[in-house]
């Protein structure tokens, strides 16, 4: 049987329609700071620049307290402003292509925007509900456990697109306007689909209005970045976003890290364990978290365990490891370890006081677990992604 579709109240569609024509060439507000809104509307001749500022602030309420998507909603605004801006601007939101929802409430959305499609997972716990959210349409990176890097990199993701979907997911779950307790999303992992270290701007500025106290208002204790170990640009992740770090590490040896994470072989794991150690605002209460997928006969042994452990240690670092059972793709190199092993590879982290939880895989099902996410669009040629500027 399919898949059902998720019922997505209010303002959401789950219908692939393109956008109205009339929407064609409007500048989005969604990914805009308050100064640049306030820049868009002296630059429109909407309002002068100290008028500017009050207008940005009004706007930025209505979107990211209230959750609007049209002008017409903004009842604090004279009627023929609402219309001015309607003629200039747009409040975006990615179009829903589809959305699935796996037997333990794991929720997927197949997205698009500009063309190209991208997906992101919603993960609901008893204590928690936690948005994964995609920072790039494919992968470069080509790590070989992951059904993402099977595709080819299309382009970086636009602040506005990253915001617009946690801004979508808050849509589906009913969040506005936006809460003083009692949320169904409280984190965010920068871990869907893409290298968010490789379209760092557009991250970092994305993040700053997610986190924004006037706004969405999600601390930063509550998200966490993950990289495969773009080593150049981890300080200034830690020193311009200042989230919690997930590293995707998966082996101990070169030789093994280098054919699953070929990043590896650029920056190997001396470099990036340094890097891990010199990560600004990392210590015993705010620990870099290190993410190993379980591969059968491959990095699941006591002795890789052991190494794990005295790298950790030879770079005293404040450390949690997580422990990822392999998710099943089509096509896939691997295997999943064995239950017993994965308990035995965690026992051993544990008794050196590092912790090291085994993740329950979620969404398996919709293909929604992590490795597993891949769009429609890596059949659309790539186009040349400048990395940032170190």
Not at 88 to 114: C, M, N, Q, Y
Not at 364 to 372: E, N, V
Request: hydrophobic share 45%; aromatic share 6%; charged share 25%.
């Amino acid at each position: 049987m399919p898949t059902p579709l998720i019922p997505i109240p209010g303002l959401v569609d789950p219908v692939p329609v393109r956008r109205a024509a009339a929407e064609a060439g409007l500048r989005d507000l969604v990914g805009l700071s308050r100064a640049a809104i306030a820049e868009a509307l002296v630059e429109t001749d909407l309002a002068d620049p100290k008028a500017a500022r009050m207008r940005a602030r009004q706007l930025w309420g209505w979107i990211y307290t209230r959750g609007a998507t049209s002008f017409e909603a903004m009842t604090d605004l004279a009627r023929p402003f609402r219309g001015a801006l309607a003629r200039h601007f747009r409040i975006g939101r990615p179009e829903v292509v589809e959305a699935r929802a796996s037997v333990d409430g794991t929720r997927k959305w197949l997205l698009r925007s500009g063309g190209d499609t991208y997906e992101m997972v919603f993960i609901p716990e008893a204590d928690r509900g936690t948005l994964c959210v995609s920072s790039q349409v494919g992968c470069s990176l080509n790590c070989r456990f992951c059904h993402t890097g099977t595709m080819r990199l299309v382009r970086n993701l636009t602040a506005g697109e990253i915001v617009g979907q946690v801004l979508l997911a808050r849509d589906a779950l009913g969040e506005w306007p936006s809460p003083a307790g009692g949320r169904l999303l409280t984190n965010i992992v920068m871990m869907g689909m893409g290298e968010p270290l490789y379209n760092f701007e557009n991250v970092r500025d994305a993040l700053a209005i997610v986190m924004d106290g006037e706004g969405l208002a999600l601390s930063k204790r509550r998200i966490t970045l993950s990289t495969a170990g773009v080593v150049p640009m981890m300080a200034r992740a830690g020193l311009e976003i200042g989230v919690n770090l997930a590293v995707s590490l998966h082996a101990v040896s070169k030789e093994v890290r280098d054919e699953i994470v070929p990043l590896n072989r650029k920056y190997g794991i001396p470099e990036l364990l340094a890097a891990c150690a010199a990560y600004p605002g990392a210590h015993n209460a705010r620990r870099i978290t290190f993410e190993y997928v379980m591969l059968k006969g491959r990095n699941d042994s006591e002795a890789d365990a052991r190494e794990l452990v005295r790298l950790l240690r030879a770079y005293r670092l404040p450390a949690k490891v997580n422990l990822i059972p392999f998710n099943p793709w089509p096509g896939a190199p691997y295997e999943c370890s064995e239950d017993q092993t994965i308990a035995r590879f965690s026992e051993i982290i544990y008794a050196a006081g590092i912790s090291a939880p085994i993740r329950r895989p979620r969404g398996r099902d919709i293909m929604a677990a992590c490795g597993q996410l891949k769009s429609t669009s890596e059949g659309r040629v790539a186009r040349p992604v400048r990395a940032a500027s170190v």
